[in-house]
């Protein structure tokens, strides 16, 4: 089955500066990657996602990227505010998003630091 | 618009019984899924239903079951519980193909 790593556990930034959090999978099946975010007490809530035909997509200060010859993918945060400060999952599924359970990451805790 | 909701919040059980989780999907959703999220971990994938059948099962054993009911609502429903089985369980609504929206999550602690 795919195995999703993600990479690092923790992350802590300045505010206003750039944090970028980065998965690996496994299986050259898997063509949707979202990303949630998950804040304390709370179930995750979904940031962005992407899909294997597509290499990069924005939305205001966050982005992925996918490179799907070395099957990883890497999520983007700009201008990092204190509101971003949460836990980050990255997930990978081989159903075009709702077809297939999502693999999950084990999650990179985001501080940030005023 | 209302979002996935699920009841109850919180739960204790001891070993050995019975649980049953409820989910309501996003209005205008089909498929419902279940996750299991252990204390500092990513949620786990246990199955999906769509059209009132279980579609993908994840590695999970037999003491989960599931549900779903004509109006796309389900339930969870975990038997002879043990203490690993705490954690919060997570309901996910989409459309068949479509992205995955979680709700508050309930959480179970086994005593």
């Known amino acids: 089955g795919e195995n999703v790593e993600q990479h690092p556990s923790t992350l802590s930034v300045q505010e206003g500066d750039s944090a970028v959090i980065k998965c690996t999978y496994s299986d050259s099946a898997s063509n949707y990657f979202p990303w949630y975010k998950q804040e304390l007490g709370k179930g995750p809530q979904l940031i962005i996602d992407?899909?294997?035909?597509?290499g990069e997509k924005k939305d205001q200060r966050i982005a992925v990227t996918l490179n799907k010859t070395a099957k990883h993918f890497s999520l983007h945060i700009t201008e990092t505010q204190p509101e971003d400060s949460a836990v980050y999952f990255c997930?990978?599924?081989?159903?075009?998003?709702?077809?297939?359970?999502?693999?999950f990451g084990k999650g990179t805790h985001l501080i940030i630091q005023p | 618009d209302a979002g996935v909701t699920q009841s109850p919040t919180h739960l204790i059980k001891t070993r050995g019984q019975q649980v049953t989780l409820r989910c309501s999907p996003k209005s205008g959703h089909d498929t419902v899924s279940w996750y299991q999220q252990a204390l500092g971990q990513g949620p786990q994938f246990i199955f999906q239903y769509y059209e009132e059948e279980e579609r993908q099962r994840g590695n999970f054993p037999d003491r989960f079951s599931g549900h779903q009911f004509p109006n796309y609502s389900s339930e969870l429903n975990v038997n002879a519980l043990l203490l690993g089985d705490s954690a919060l369980y997570l309901c996910a609504s989409s459309l068949e193909s479509g992205r995955k929206y979680f709700g508050p999550g309930t959480r179970l602690l086994v005593l």
């Open positions: 992407i899909r294997s035909n597509v």
């Open positions: 997930a990978a599924s081989s159903g075009g998003g709702g077809a297939d359970g999502l693999t």
